[in-house]
């Protein structure tokens, strides 16, 4: 039975909770009282769906439930963790957690608050042990940071529990120790923010020659190695000792005016404003959600592929998938799903379909995913054994375009201690777009040649090989190319 999130806020950040619990396979409930909040909400979890499964190198899980509540009572009754997204006001915070713990005092309340400290939060609550934020950032199905704040009052056995619910979620839980306004990331931004509306007010430079400085320099180094481990790099040989002792002299210099804060009235507002709608107006604001969810997709694939910083999440996340699947057995024999994915723009040919290429990325997704199910993943290959491709025919079925959902499905037609003959579909929903036969082998890489694989492989291969024997042999299996149908 999946389990219950209560989503209290059906807001941008609310809805990226959803999102993310609802495509993990969690029943959502959503309570807000905007009328708007199912078309909102929808909107984003339909990016979402976009968006997040191009990150996963294994088959997400089966689609959790989503339902829109008429009150809070019903949203979290029955909920194994409850996510508050409410306005930044301390006053409605503290009704909406009295009403909550009206009917679950003893649940998980994470707060995405991005200001307030949690003893702010839990004063006068009826269990204030259970209470702490769980701030996010947007979009929040996609970047996995949370920053996770307790007090001297909470739980520590829950906030624990609460963390590992983050994990099996795909987020990276970031305990902070100590208590403090806005946190530890907010408070970064927040000092960015000041420095670019003093820059923008005295005619420095417009938002757009801003957001230029950072996306063409220093935030492509800060997206995959944060601030003091770029700074080592600056300091060269000598490390981060000649970094502060080259750079430190100039923090008493009057390069910034970070203590000083630009009068916040309409001309400011209007001069902000007005930059931005030159920059960006040609947009609407959920293409720019969209640009931007491929755009970080490409960026996480590439730290993915490198084990590095958030790819490290995603692997990790991948890992626990792949934990839970259950091993095929002779009563449930079936191609087993390995992959899911979708149509992104870089696989897209001039006909405005998915090109050649990509539907052999997509089987060696596919394939991949079912190697590391039997044993043979990038460990594995760090001891020097592998299966290696010999052959491949693939046929063209059926179309895909941009943003279609995918799927890749193997099924055993042999297993040996060498070989591997395998037979994968590239399915749109139930039809088959594509499908591909291929022979691999099984090698010792250092003497470049087969052998047999060991029996820790073999005793997950060759289980679902006699179970797959029971089905029935693909139709396109052994085909010469250019056979006829």
Not at 123 to 148: D, K, M, R, W
Not at 154 to 173: N, T, V, Y
Not at 243 to 265: H, I, R, S, Y
Not at 413 to 436: M, N, P, Q, S, Y
């Given at each position: ?83 508050e ?5 301390l ?24 200001g ?22 947007n979009p ?14 909470s ?22 120790r ?21 820059l ?26 944060g ?9 060269g ?9 080259q ?21 400011l ?9 030159a ?50 057995s ?7 799903e ?19 290429s ?9 394939s ?7 044993g ?25 375009k941009?943003g279609?959902?995918l ?79």
């Amino acid at each position: 039975m999946a389990r219950k999130a209560g989503i209290i806020g059906g807001g941008v950040i609310g809805g990226g909770w959803a999102a993310r619990f609802l495509l993990n396979g969690w029943d959502v409930v959503v309570f807000d009282p905007d009328p708007e909040a199912p078309r909102k909400v929808g909107e984003v979890i339909a990016n979402a769906k976009r968006a997040l499964p191009a990150l996963s190198d294994g088959p997400m899980p089966p689609e959790g439930r989503l339902t829109f509540a008429a009150t809070i009572t019903e949203a979290v009754e029955g909920a194994d963790y409850i996510q508050e997204s409410v306005s930044e006001r301390l006053d409605l915070k503290h009704r909406v957690f009295a009403q909550i713990q009206q009917v679950a005092p003893d649940t998980p309340i994470g707060s995405s608050t991005s200001g307030f400290k949690p003893s702010e939060l839990q004063q006068n609550a009826a269990n204030p042990a259970t209470i702490f934020v769980a701030h996010p950032f947007n979009p929040v199905y996609l970047l996995p940071l949370a920053e996770i704040v307790p007090s001297v009052k909470s739980d520590p056995a829950l906030i624990e529990a609460a963390k590992e619910i983050l994990r099996e979620i795909g987020m990276f839980p970031l305990h902070i120790r100590k208590e403090i306004d806005a946190h530890i990331a907010d408070r970064f931004l927040e000092a960015v923010w000041r420095e670019a509306l003093w820059l923008v007010k005295d005619g420095i430079a417009t938002t757009e020659e801003i957001d230029e400085a950072i996306r063409m320099g220093f935030g492509l180094r800060w997206g995959q190695m944060g601030l003091f481990e770029t700074y080592r790099i600056a300091g060269g040989e000598a490390g981060m000792k000649h970094f502060m002792a080259q750079f430190g002299p100039c923090l008493t210099w009057p390069w910034t005016k970070l203590m000083d804060v630009p009068e916040f009235n309409d001309d400011l507002v209007d001069l902000i404003a007005g930059q931005s709608d030159a920059q960006s107006g040609h947009h609407t604001i959920r293409e720019l959600e969209r640009i931007r969810d491929q755009n970080l997709i490409g960026f996480l694939r590439v730290l993915k592929e490198r084990n590095w910083g958030a790819g490290k999440v995603l692997l990790d996340h991948d890992a626990r998938r792949r934990q839970a699947m259950p091993d095929p057995s002779p009563d449930s024999a079936a191609p087993m799903e390995m992959a899911r994915m979708h149509v992104l723009p870089g696989w897209i040919d001039y006909n405005g379909h998915m090109t050649e290429s990509r539907y052999l990325f997509a089987a060696s997704e596919t394939s991949d995913a079912f190697l590391r199910h039997i044993g043979a993943d990038i460990a594995y290959v760090g001891t020097g054994f592998s299966y290696y491709t010999a052959e491949t025919h693939i046929m063209h079925l059926g179309e895909a375009k941009l943003g279609d959902a995918l799927s890749g499905t193997v099924q055993v037609i042999h297993a040996d201690e060498k070989r591997l003959h395998v037979f994968i579909r590239i399915l749109k929903g139930d039809e088959a777009v594509a499908t591909l036969e291929q022979m691999l082998l099984h090698v010792d890489m250092k003497a470049g040649k087969t052998c047999a694989a060991p029996p820790a492989i073999l005793d997950r291969l060759l289980p679902i090989a006699k179970a797959h024997a029971a089905l029935p042999k693909p139709e396109a299996a052994g085909r010469h190319v250019g056979q006829k149908k």
